[in-house]
């Protein structure tokens, strides 16, 4: 079977993701219960970090020690990657050592070359374009909260940015609809939205797309590599916060979530993050134990 990657949910089927969000719900039991579950031993995952991260770093490196494996933080500036060594040459190398390999960066055209040149998995830790492991940690809370979101609608408030284009990945996956509310400027992938018309419709107003939503969520307004436009940004993005008052206009049971880090009087309301509603951090916890079931699907299961 030739090598599986983790680029976008696209690369999953809907029934594997489904398998990889109860196995995490599992392996989040089993873990809680102190069993000792070993399937990685002796396994090397290769961590490459352009931009920062704590939920990510600390999750999938807490994973791999928990599966007996090891995980090596690889930064740009301490490697040749920084230096200008293609990104060809350092996949076939670094894959010919490690047994998967995850990649945090700017560009999904680069994580897409990587992986052409990888001989084991290569799992996409966010580009500026997608950002799927957090999609596998959001589904996984929502199935633990309120069961299967089939049929579910979810209102993307904010900016068009990777985990907007990944909540339309997840849409198609798991059959539900998304009503995103952007300004103009900031909307989402074109081409993923047109070909999704049938399940995601765009609007300028967060009222209309949280009307009704069995899910709510947001994102920073400026993401990693847009820290000049922060300014802008803020002011563009005027009246795009989410606060228990627009929660309330949801569904009555309505979860809201964010992939954090978050910014208070920003994207989200000061008391936002306080609201009986919100689940942000059990999302986060639960980046640990989805990315656990996805490198066990990847090297185990799916071999
Ligand atoms: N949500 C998320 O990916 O967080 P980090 O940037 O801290 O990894
Ligand atoms: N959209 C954000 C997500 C951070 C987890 C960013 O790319 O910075």
């Known amino acids: 079977m030739s090598t599986r990657h983790f680029l976008t949910l696209l690369d999953m089927t809907p029934a594997e993701l489904q398998g990889i969000i109860e196995r995490a719900v599992e392996l989040k039991r089993m873990r809680n219960e102190g069993e000792i579950y070993e399937p990685l031993k002796n396994r090397v995952m290769a961590m490459i970090f352009e931009k920062a991260s704590t939920r990510t770093r600390v999750s ?29 040459d350092s996949a076939r190398v ?22 052409a040149h990888s001989r084991v998995p290569v799992i996409n830790a966010l580009t ?20 299967s979101i089939k049929g579910k609608t979810v209102a993307w408030v904010g900016d068009g940015n990777n985990m907007c284009n990944s909540y339309i990945n997840a849409a198609v996956q798991f059959d539900f609809n998304l009503n995103i509310a952007c300004p103009e400027d900031f909307a989402p992938n074109a081409e993923l939205v047109l070909k999704n018309a049938d399940r995601v419709r765009v609007f ?68 936002m993050m306080d609201d009986p509603r919100c689940v942000a ?21 799916s071999k």
């Not at 690889?74 to 293609?86: A, I, Y």
């Not at 670094?94 to 992986?115: G, N, Q, Y």
């Not at 500026?128 to 069961?147: I, S, W």
């Not at 639960?286 to 185990?300: D, M, T, Y």
Request: charged share 25%; hydrophobic share 40%.
């Open 60 to 88: 999938f490196e807490t994973g791999m020690a928990q599966f007996g494996g090891h995980a090596m933080f690889l930064s740009p500036r301490d490697t040749q990657l920084g230096r200008g060594e293609p990104i060809e």
């Open 94 to 115: 670094i894959s010919s050592m490690v047994d998967v390999v995850m990649i945090r960066t700017f560009s999904h055209a680069l994580v897409e070359t990587f992986a």
């Open 128 to 147: 500026d374009d997608y950002h799927p492991c957090q999609l596998l940690a959001d589904m996984q809370t929502y199935f633990e909260l309120r069961g």
């Open 204 to 271: 300028n107003s967060p009222e209309e797309a949280v009307a009704g939503a069995d899910l709510v969520c947001t994102d920073v307004w400026a993401s990693m590599g847009q820290e000049d436009e922060q300014r802008q940004r803020v002011r563009e993005f005027r009246g795009y916060q989410v606060s228990p008052a627009l929660m309330d206009q949801a569904a009555e049971d309505a979860l809201f979530m964010h992939c954090l880090p978050a910014h208070r009087g920003e994207e989200i309301s000061e008391d």
């Open 281 to 301: 951090f059990q999302q986060a916890e639960n980046r640990l134990h989805a990315q656990k079931a996805l490198l066990e699907f990847l090297l185990v299961t």
